[in-house]
């Protein structure tokens, strides 16, 4: 019995990451609506890192050497700290949530370019055709949106969000994979609470409306997005090659879309709604193995 659900439980593991992580600039909209990006995932963090050394004291894990606390706070940094900041900027400059995921969106194709040479990954031709597919939904769904002024700056910190997801997931694979969860996520928030405690005193005036909607949504990011999502993420990245999971960041874009369609009335018109299904397709393509 035992067997059958850890099955299950594999099987389902990518969608509901996938979810929850679309979740995350859901959240990231409301939080914004009552302090500045930076002063906003300062807190977060901090409110990680208390929860963290609550999972750490009672599972009292293996703490990893000097050298992998440098590598944590380095992935931390990478897959927390300057991808969530540049997401959160990007929709502090009017990206819709919707559309903030669509830059990150394109991991797949810069991951599985990296990966091929620096993890050795083989990536087969049908895997590039699905990459290709995908990326060619991303662009579909990204049709028809303005480019300049404010929202220029938001795609700016989306397309640096980009790059700090797919070199973060690349190195937690290569430098962490052998490291405790809890205690190395433990290192890692903790080097990100800094990392953003700094920015917000040097850039941010720190003002924080202690509204019931700002509470609530920082408390699902904290404990859901936080410890349940970037838990997920890190198993699937111990279990499966790095392509394919970055391959379902393809569907994140999708997935947001709908949320934000649904909550915020966000534009879904029928071109976009073919650029999800083509994110789909890819999802299957990739996740194939290879024959």
């Known amino acids: 019995m035992t067997g059958d659900f850890e099955k299950m439980a594999a099987r389902a593991a990518p969608a509901i990451f996938v979810v929850l992580w679309s979740t995350g600039f859901i959240g990231t909209k409301y939080v914004l609506n009552n302090a500045e990006p930076l002063t906003y995932l300062a807190i977060r963090m901090a409110c990680v890192v208390g929860l963290m050394a609550i999972i750490v004291a009672i599972a009292r894990p293996r703490w990893p050497d000097r050298v992998g606390i440098a590598h944590s706070a380095v992935a931390g940094i990478l897959v927390h700290g300057i991808y969530l900041g540049g997401t959160a900027i990007a929709i502090a400059h009017s990206i819709p949530a919707g559309l903030s995921a669509l830059i990150p969106g394109l991991q797949p194709i810069l991951t599985s370019t990296l990966a091929s040479r620096w993890l050795g990954e083989r990536v087969t031709p049908l895997q590039w055709g699905g990459l290709l597919l995908g990326l060619a939904g991303v662009v579909l769904i990204l049709h028809d949106r303005p480019m300049s002024g404010e929202a ?55 003002v924080v409306h202690w509204t019931t909607e700002f509470i609530l949504a920082l408390t699902w990011l904290a404990v859901v997005l936080s410890i349940g999502s970037i838990g997920l993420l890190y198993w699937l990245i111990r279990r499966s090659a790095a392509t394919s999971v970055a391959s379902l960041f393809y569907l994140v874009p999708a997935v947001t879309s709908l949320m934000a369609y649904v909550l915020f009335g966000e534009k879904l018109d029928a071109v976009s709604i073919v650029g999800m299904i083509a994110c789909a397709a890819a999802v299957l393509v990739v996740n194939r193995r290879s024959v």
């Open 152 to 206: 220029g700056w938001g795609w700016l910190a989306s397309a640096i969000s980009l790059v700090s997801i797919t070199l973060g997931t690349l190195y937690q694979r290569r430098y962490c994979s052998t490291i405790d969860w809890r205690s190395g996520n433990l290192v890692q928030y903790v080097a990100v609470t800094i990392f953003f405690g700094l920015g917000a005193w040097l850039f941010e005036t720190n």
